[in-house]
């Protein structure tokens, strides 16, 4: 069940509950919990497990400089990266870190 993020309304602190998608409270509603008001706040973190994120090769890094020695590119001069090595030999070639 995922788990949503809300304020205390008095003391302002976080906590995150548990909801189905179908009964979680629109951001911005509160609840009640025993003495407790708590309201609903947007998600600013994404529970997202990187080691199930599949990357698809090759594509065009929007985030390299053009040009890039090491990396055939496209019509605009933007690097293509062919697999999972060869990104990692381009990053570590220019000093470069993965942003996930």
Known sequence: MPLYLFEDVTTE???????????VPSCGDTIAMGDTEYRRLPETD??????AIRWKYPYVSQSLPRNLDGCKTNRQGKPIIES???????AAKHGYERDY
């Not at 906590?15 to 998608?21: K, P, Q, W």
């Not at 994404?46 to 080691?51: A, K, L, R």
Request: hydrophobic share 40%; net charge neutral; charged share 35%.
């Open 84 to 90: 999972r090595r060869h990104e990692a030999n381009v």
């Open 13 to 23: 602190e976080r906590v995150r509950l548990a909801y189905t998608m179908a009964d």
């Open 46 to 51: 994404f529970q997202v497990d990187v080691g």
